[in-house]
């Protein structure tokens, strides 16, 4: 069983540093509720070169797929989410495989077979995954319901709505045939290398965060945060599906 915050009354309050943790966390999700940044919107240089392009581009897809994770702030709440009380190698090793597993294959295969979901609506349920994320790491479904979810089935489904997120971005800009599945191949590395690169920068904080003194005091409430983030984003992507 994954570690959950402990029940204790001194996690309920925020410290200064728990509320600068929370403004960052909103901040970064009410950055990316712009008009501009959308949670797989494809910048849109990037988006007209997509367009344009025929034929085997193996590096500048690669380029693409790593931009568009280290980039990617839902992709990333909820990786930070799935790590936050991973302690050892071949857990993280094992979560984020999985993640990517479901990522890499929606995106795929939604690409390659045309398979394409409501953006707003594809977009609010990764919303969800974040909020379920921090409520499971502040331990509300043993507390509320007397059970633990299976985490690893639950890290493997939300990974392939983040791939189908993509893919239904991808499938707008109806990119050429000519050298699709080489150039998917290749824009799908791209996204674990950039994965792993913000995987990497997330687990060096984590472990000088976890060093100190009042990391659960801290955690409660960027858990709190992320979840807040979470319905943030949710509730902007539903807005824009009944307006749009």
Same mark, same amino acid.
């Given at each position: 069983?994954?570690?959950?915050?402990?029940?204790?009354?001194?996690?309920?309050?925020?410290?200064?540093?728990?509320?600068?943790?929370?403004?960052?966390?909103?901040?970064?999700?009410?950055?990316?509720?712009?008009?501009?940044?959308?949670?797989?919107?494809?910048?849109?240089?990037?988006?007209?070169?997509?367009?344009?392009?025929?034929?085997?581009?193996?590096?500048?897809?690669?380029?693409?797929?790593?931009?568009?994770?280290?980039?990617?702030?839902?992709?990333?709440?909820? +990786? =930070?989410?799935?790590?936050?009380?991973?302690?050892?190698? #071949?857990? @993280? !090793? *094992?979560?984020?495989? $999985?993640?990517?597993? %479901?990522?890499?294959?929606?995106?795929?295969?939604?690409?390659?077979?045309?398979?394409?979901?409501?953006?707003?609506?594809?977009?609010?349920?990764?919303?969800?995954?974040?909020?379920?994320?921090?409520?499971?790491?502040?331990?509300?479904?043993?507390?509320?319901?007397?059970?633990?979810?299976?985490?690893?089935?639950?890290?493997?489904?939300?990974?392939?709505?983040?791939?189908?997120?993509?893919?239904?971005?991808?499938?707008?800009?109806?990119?050429?045939?000519?050298?699709?599945?080489?150039? +998917? =191949?290749?824009?799908?590395?791209?996204?674990?290398?950039? #994965?792993? @690169? !913000? *995987?990497?920068?997330? $687990?060096?904080?984590? %472990?000088?965060?976890?060093?100190?003194?009042?990391?659960?005091?801290?955690?409660?409430?960027?858990?709190?945060?992320?979840?807040?983030?979470?319905?943030?984003?949710?509730?902007?992507?539903?807005?824009?599906?009944?307006?749009?």
């Amino acid at each position: 069983m994954l570690p959950v915050l402990p029940d204790r009354h001194w996690c309920t309050r925020a410290s200064s540093g728990g509320r600068h943790l929370m403004w960052i966390l909103l901040a970064l999700a009410l950055f990316g509720t712009s008009s501009d940044v959308l949670a797989h919107a494809v910048a849109q240089g990037d988006k007209g070169y997509i367009q344009e392009i025929t034929g085997v581009n193996l590096i500048a897809f690669m380029y693409l797929g790593a931009k568009h994770m280290v980039t990617g702030y839902d992709h990333l709440l909820f +990786l =930070l989410g799935v790590i936050f009380f991973l302690y050892r190698m #071949q857990h @993280i !090793a *094992l979560y984020v495989s $999985l993640f990517a597993l %479901g990522h890499s294959t929606t995106m795929l295969l939604g690409v390659y077979f045309n398979i394409g979901i409501n953006s707003y609506i594809i977009d609010a349920i990764i919303g969800l995954s974040v909020v379920y994320k921090a409520l499971d790491n502040l331990g509300a479904y043993q507390r509320w319901f007397g059970f633990q979810p299976n985490t690893r089935a639950a890290t493997l489904i939300f990974g392939l709505f983040h791939g189908f997120g993509l893919s239904s971005k991808i499938i707008e800009y109806d990119i050429s045939p000519d050298g699709l599945v080489p150039n +998917l =191949l290749a824009f799908n590395v791209g996204v674990e290398i950039g #994965q792993i @690169i !913000a *995987l990497a920068m997330i $687990l060096i904080v984590m %472990g000088f965060w976890r060093k100190t003194d009042g990391f659960f005091r801290h955690a409660y409430t960027a858990n709190v945060a992320m979840m807040s983030a979470g319905f943030l984003l949710v509730g902007y992507q539903l807005t824009g599906y009944f307006v749009a």
